[in-house]
Each structure stands twice: as C-alpha cells, then as structure tokens.
Nanobody, 122 residues
Framework: QVQLVESGGGLVQAGDSLRLSCAAS????????MAWFRQVPGKEREFVAA????????YYTDSVKGRFTISRDNAKTTLYLQMNSLKPEDTAVYYC???????????????WGQGTQVTVSS
C-alpha cells in the first residue's frame, strides 16, 4: 500500500513559479512510476508529467514541455513538479499518482493523492 500526500499549491500570477511536492510512504512492488495529473471541473483528468522511479526517465504533455520539470529525491520518497512561467490555463487541481509504468492513462495508476489546488491569475 502506498500513501501519497501533495503540497505546494496556491494562488499565483501568470509568469510566476510554484513547486509541488508529493510525499510517498508505504511500499508496493507494483509502484515503479509516478506521475502528476491535473483536473478542472467538468473535464477529464489530464496527464501532466511522469517519471520512472528506477531509471528516472521523464515524460511530459506538450503544453508543459520547457516550463515544468518532474523530479524525485534520491531516497525516492518525494516527487516534485517545478512549474515555471505559469499560465491561467494551468489552473487546476493537481494530483500525484503511483503505478506500474510512466504512462499517460490515469486508469493505469493505482495510488492517488488527495490533490492540491493551483490557481494562476492573469
């Protein structure tokens, strides 16, 4: 069983930066990748970025490439999402997730955090 707790969300202006954190506890042999997703009311949960827990390979959705960076600490207990040059369209609840592979389908992730709100004003 893996527990995930996000933090770091908030209200910022366009062009600002935020860093989200996701503290992971517990252990699961199936959790070999972690990812960030985001969701706005009335829309499906959207893939943002993923990282392979062992090799550290990273993957991003096109809209955040060059602005967001996903990373993990060496102890592999905390996942980060550094968000730079934020835009109003980045406003959403951001969730971290753990699963078997670093893929874009939210249905393939087994463990989820409770989410943290990011609001970017214009």
């Amino acid at each position: 069983q893996v527990q995930l707790v996000e933090s770091g969300g908030g209200l910022v202006q366009a062009g600002d930066s935020l860093r989200l954190s996701c503290a992971a506890s517990g252990r699961s042999v199936s959790a070999r990748a972690m990812a960030w997703f985001r969701q706005v009311p009335g829309k499906e949960r959207e893939f943002v970025a993923a990282i392979s827990w062992i090799g550290g390979s990273t993957y991003y959705t096109d809209s955040v490439k060059g602005r967001f960076t996903i990373s993990r600490d060496n102890a592999k207990t905390t996942l980060y999402l550094q968000m730079n040059s934020l835009k109003p369209e980045d406003t959403a609840v951001y969730y971290c997730a753990a699963g078997r592979d670093p893929i874009r389908d939210p249905g393939k992730y087994v463990y989820w955090g409770q989410g943290t709100q990011v609001t970017v004003s214009s």
